[in-house]
Every structure is written in C-alpha cells, then in structure tokens.
C-alpha cells in the first residue's frame, strides 16, 4: 500500500467537486501516512471528525447540483451517500477499543470506498452535469 496519487482518471469533470474529492484523497493519505508510522491511534478522532463533517459539506455540494439539474440517479446516489455516513458512525462507536487497528481498517476502508465511489458512482453524473452546467459550475 502506498500513498494514493491523483489521476486525471478520478475527475468527474466538475472542477468543485474534483477539489473536494482531492481534498479527501489528502486526508486519506494523512492517515495512510500515520498508520505507517505506527501513530493511527493519534489521528483517528480527527480523521472521522473531518469526515463526519466532509460527508454533511461534500454530499450536500453534489446532492445540490444533482437535484438543480435533475439527474436520475438523484435518489440511488443519495442512498450511497447515506451509506457512508452510517459507516462512519460505526466506526465513531468502535474508538474506544484497539485504535491502532481501527485506524487501520479504517484506512482500507476508505480507500476502497473513494475510489470504488469515484471512478464509479460519481463518474456516472460527471459527462452530465458538464454537459448541462459546464465544468465550473458551482
Ligand atoms: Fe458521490
């Protein structure tokens, strides 16, 4: 496992939404980097706090854009969503215990998460919401 290094293949087009998806992948790395280093246990209150607060800010950004331009996919994406934010609750209840290894799993969690999520989950509005609102829309 390595850090994760940004590929053009991970834009949705969208240039908002591609900045925070990259601000992710940093926080992913942060972690990745920590738990390396043996110091999971040190980060892993502050990672799953930025993410209880990514999933509200960033979702909320594309849920917006998805609904302002009605795309179809609107209710299965939000669905996905949800999914995550309840993930990070189970793992918010499990801190208590074993950190190190919680930061651990965390860590592949999210990885296989994003980019499972990116490349094609968000990929999926990306050439629509381009095609409708232009890449810079916001
Ligand atoms: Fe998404």
Known sequence: MAV??????????IVALDN????????INRLY????????????????????KYTVDHFQHEEKLLEEYHFSGLAE????????IDEIQE??????????DLARELLTFLRGWLLEHILKVDKEYGAFLES??????E
């Open 4 to 13: 994760i290094a940004w590929k053009s293949i991970y834009e949705t087009g």
């Open 20 to 27: 925070e998806h990259r601000g992710l992948v940093q926080e």
């Open 33 to 52: 980097e920590a738990v390396r280093d043996k110091r999971g246990e040190a980060v892993l209150a502050d990672i799953l706090a930025m993410l209880e």
């Open 77 to 84: 994406h939000q669905k996905i969503h949800q999914e995550l």
């Open 91 to 100: 793992f918010k209840k499990r801190v208590t215990s074993g950190t190190e």
């Open 132 to 137: 409708r609102g232009g890449r810079f829309i």
